[in-house]
């Protein structure tokens, strides 16, 4: 027999024949999956065929075609100009945008008051340590939707007319919300925002290049002064080469508010403070536990090596603290994102709260429904995704 016939006569080995057979435990796997995939598909597709005919026999209207008509109603708040004709696909654009903005700033600021609060769980000085302990068992433990209240409350009720605004430069602080210089946007400012991304990729890029330079070495390259200088220089290049305009929008008191400028508004204010200071509680939790996490041995190796406290936590106990914190860290960002829904109960124009007038005045609750679903799932998806890169960049690599 040719060895060609040996090999075509050779049986298929055991998990093999397991695998393809339909007989074993992983054939009928699959089977299950198959079946429940299909159980899952079938059920969605009775719920939607019923759902559109019990809406046919009661006269209900369906179908998206009204995001193309004028949506007819005024918006507080907008990061976009509209007028009269907009349609209904500009209002869920302004809520997008503005549950957009309130989730981006809200995270970027829980996280740093977070990680300062959990980091000060472990000062040497007992007045700290309290005070962050306190911080976070109060904070943690009130209801979410109270905090935005009392906050909405402070913003509305407490704080003074802009008649008598507290002011600060050209900074003014009234019930009216919050209002600070603004610069009048060209070329110039264009560049120069587009310079201070760069120059923020540059400064990351940088950092981890010193940090391999740090493993191998052992020497230290200044990072902070490299990166500030990468920032701030491409910044002020830009808005060199875009003429170097200076000109500012000045808040100033009007006849019936402050006029002019740039402004926060009380609602944004009080959902904001409201979600930062929330989330950070459980973030500083998160941080602390990882922190915790970072056995006694490494804190000693770091105090052997020369290197102090801070440095000891920055280059030592936090990168090993980030394998632990990260994940949670994910589920607060995401859950601070939807709570910004709660901005319907003290008047921000949010997406929930655009969709809700959308309903009333279309009645298309379904379809109206399912764009806020889309929106928060895909927000959601697109932070696991970002959150799950960083966090295998951030693991402990095996040698």
Same mark, same amino acid.
């Given at each position: 027999m040719s060895n060609q016939s040996m090999i075509e006569a050779r049986p298929l080995p055991a998990k093999t024949r397991r695998s393809i057979s339909w007989n074993s435990r992983e054939g009928r796997s699959v089977i299950y999956q198959v079946v429940?995939?299909?159980?899952?598909?079938?059920?969605?597709?009775?719920?939607?065929?019923?759902?559109?005919?019990?809406?046919?026999?009661r006269g209900i209207q369906s179908g998206y075609d009204f995001m193309g008509q004028p949506f007819g109603f005024d918006v507080s708040e907008t990061m976009i100009p509209y007028d009269v004709m907009s349609t209904y696909w500009t209002a869920f654009s302004i809520g997008m945008l503005n549950t957009l903005k309130v989730a981006l700033i809200g995270i970027v600021l829980a996280t740093v008051l977070g990680t300062l609060i959990g980091v000060g769980r472990f000062s040497p000085n007992l007045l700290l340590r309290k005070i962050c302990y306190g911080y976070v068992e109060f904070f943690r433990n009130v209801p979410i939707y109270l905090q935005l209240l009392i906050w909405y409350i402070v913003f509305t009720e407490i704080l003074p007319s802009f008649e008598e605004a507290w002011q600060v430069g050209h900074f003014y602080l009234s019930k009216g919300g919050f209002s600070f210089p603004w610069p009048i946007w060209k070329l110039g400012q264009t560049l120069a925002l587009i310079g201070l991304l760069l120059g923020a990729v540059g400064a990351w890029l940088y950092a981890r290049k010193a940090s391999?330079?740090?493993?191998? +070495? =052992?020497?230290?390259? @200044? *990072?902070?002064?490299?990166?500030?200088?990468?920032?701030?220089?491409?910044?002020?290049?830009?808005? !060199?080469?875009?003429?170097?305009? +200076? =000109?500012?929008?000045? @808040? *100033?008191?009007?006849?019936?508010?402050?006029?002019?400028?740039?402004?926060?508004?009380?609602?944004? !204010?009080?959902?904001?403070?409201?979600?930062?200071l929330y989330t950070a509680s459980f973030i500083a939790e998160i941080v602390r536990s990882g922190i915790a996490s970072v056995s006694l041995g490494q804190h000693e190796a770091a105090a052997s090596l020369g290197l102090g406290k801070r440095q000891a936590m920055r280059l030592v106990v936090l990168p090993q603290a980030l394998r632990v914190i990260i994940p949670p860290l994910t589920s607060q960002y995401l859950n601070l994102t939807k709570n910004s829904s709660l901005a319907v109960a003290i008047g921000y124009p949010d997406l929930v709260s655009i969709a809700n007038t959308t309903l009333n005045q279309t009645g298309r609750a379904i379809e109206a429904l399912s764009i806020v679903m889309l929106v928060y799932l895909s927000l959601s998806l697109i932070t696991s995704a970002l959150m799950n890169w960083f966090n295998a960049s951030a693991a402990i690599q095996e040698r």
């Open positions: 429940a995939i299909a159980s899952v598909i079938t059920l969605i597709w009775l719920l939607v065929r019923n759902t559109l005919r019990n809406m046919r026999e391999k330079h740090f493993d191998l +070495t =052992g020497q230290q390259k @200044p *990072v902070m002064l490299v990166s500030l200088a990468l920032i701030v220089g491409l910044a002020v290049l830009g808005w !060199l080469a875009g003429g170097a305009p +200076t =000109g500012w929008s000045l @808040p *100033v008191k009007g006849a019936f508010q402050i006029e002019e400028g740039a402004a926060f508004s009380p609602e944004f !204010l009080a959902l904001l403070l409201g979600l930062v």
